[in-house]
């Protein structure tokens, strides 16, 4: 059976003998928690590049491919992450990327130089590869379909300010290292003198580190796969859970990740390619924000130091535009009963409105007004993003891990691995402003990318024998 439209929206009658219970929201705050960590972990190295890149000796370019490094390994391991989800189920496998990617954020502090830096970021890519994919296979099975672009929005919103809040808290938390009450305080203590004589930007990653293990003591003893084996959860709000897609955990079961047909349809479907290169060419420009930020605003007269809250400033306004688009990608859904308009109309128009703002930064010699435009920049790219990653799960059905996996993967090569280099390439022979209209030309290509994506077309919509 496939689910087209807004059939996939009707709601069954819910029990009427009980309330459902609440678990799913707790399930929910998980993945938020967890969505805030992936970005604030990778994006807290933006802020400290400049004591990096003095300290252990590493020039622009090199440090484009250390940003990248990072990149270039999520996205190889996005795939196989989402068919460990598939195959294992998320509970073992977000256990072992939120365990992996810890470790990886602790090691980035004691690295010695470029090539030891590269190879923590690239190990850094792989283990935190796969959580997004099943982040989706949770939010599939665990959240009603008809509350998709809400979650996704709301997943988004804190994922994007785990980034806004990284360059300031990662700021304050090296100030703590770097104060005298610090330094005097473990210089005190035998186990602990050598801390005393080290960057305040090595204790920050090793800091990082351990907020991804406090997350996996807290999650692993409460989670379940299935929420049916989950005791704290009532009969009534198991028939919510699934109102909306009540046969996709039995078609899960019947077309295994490991069944030829499934990867055979992964591969070879146009609307999940059409989605990829949605995400290739909107990354490439998005990528920026996590990367060159600083060092522009360097060039408008803000020092690494003050630009703090500057550089997490977009991020935190593309977290609203994220929470408010799901909201209004579901009701478009709801009121229309065209699934496809609720899910193209805002990143369409976001794109478009992210170009003409990108644009704008040629022609602006002010600090402050080139944030202005990039605030602007990131609220309307990401006012589609809870849609788009809710198409993800439409298209993806029963194996939306596998399908966020490939969409990830291509995305991430072709925009956020290239773009540190070819930026960095950009901007230091041919100024920002032609950085800046390749950004907008790569976000109209983007949107266009919509004129071929189907959501109401699940990739793998056979169940036991059909296809």
Not at 238 to 257: C, Y
Request: aromatic share 14%.
């Amino acid at each position: 059976m496939t689910f087209a439209g807004a059939s996939r929206f009707d709601n069954s009658p819910l029990l009427e003998s009980e309330r459902p219970t609440h678990v799913r929201y707790v399930v929910l705050a998980f993945l938020c928690v967890l969505s805030f960590l992936t970005y604030f972990d990778r994006i807290c190295i933006m802020s400290v590049q400049a004591d990096i890149q003095r300290d252990l000796h590493i020039n622009d370019f090199q440090m484009g491919w250390i940003f990248s490094a990072f990149w270039l390994a999520y996205a190889i391991f996005e795939i196989p992450g989402g068919w460990l989800g598939e195959r294992f189920g998320s509970r073992g496998t977000l256990t072992r990327i939120v365990l992996a990617w810890s470790a990886c954020t602790a090691l980035t502090g004691a690295a010695g130089g470029f090539i030891s830096l590269l190879c923590w970021r690239f190990l850094f890519g792989a283990g935190e590869a796969g959580a997004y994919p099943n982040i989706a296979r949770v939010q599939s099975r665990w959240l009603p379909a008809q509350s998709q672009g809400r979650a996704s929005g709301t997943l988004w919103l804190v994922a994007r300010w785990g980034g806004a809040a990284s360059p300031l808290l990662f700021g304050w938390l090296l100030m703590g290292f770097g104060s005298h009450a610090f330094r005097s305080g473990v210089a005190g203590i035998a186990a602990l003198h050598g801390l005393a004589s080290m960057p305040a930007w090595r204790l920050g990653f090793w800091a990082c580190g351990l907020a991804g293990i406090a997350w996996v003591i807290l999650f692993y003893p409460f989670f379940r796969d299935d929420p049916a084996a989950k005791r704290s959860v009532n009969a009534a709000e198991l028939q919510l859970i699934r109102s909306g897609a009540p046969d996709r955990e039995d078609r899960a079961q019947h077309a295994a990740p490991r069944d030829r047909r499934v990867w055979k349809a992964l591969f070879s479907s146009g609307d999940l390619w059409a989605l990829c290169f949605f995400y290739v060419f909107g990354s490439f420009g998005w990528s920026f924000f996590v990367s060159w930020v600083p060092k522009y605003l360097k060039a408008q007269g803000v020092d690494y130091s003050h630009s703090h809250l500057m550089s997490g400033l977009p991020l935190f306004c593309g977290g609203v535009a994220c929470l408010v688009g799901g909201w209004v990608s579901d009701y478009i859904v709801r009121r229309t009963g065209r699934l496809r308009l609720g899910r193209a109309v805002l990143p369409v128009a976001g794109r478009i409105v992210a170009a003409g703002a990108v644009f704008g930064l040629r022609y602006v010699h002010s600090a402050h007004y080139a944030v202005a435009l990039m605030c602007l920049t990131m609220m309307a790219y990401d006012f589609g993003q809870g849609a788009s990653w809710a198409a993800i799960i439409d298209i993806g059905g029963a194996h939306c891990g596998l399908a966020a996996g490939l969409v990830n993967t291509v995305g991430n090569l072709g925009g956020n691995v290239a773009q540190p280099i070819i930026g960095a390439l950009i901007f230091n022979h041919f100024g920002w402003p032609t950085l800046f209209a390749v950004y907008a030309m790569t976000y109209l290509l983007s949107g266009a990318m919509w004129l071929f994506i189907h959501p109401d077309r699940e990739f793998f919509p056979g169940r036991g024998g059909e296809c």
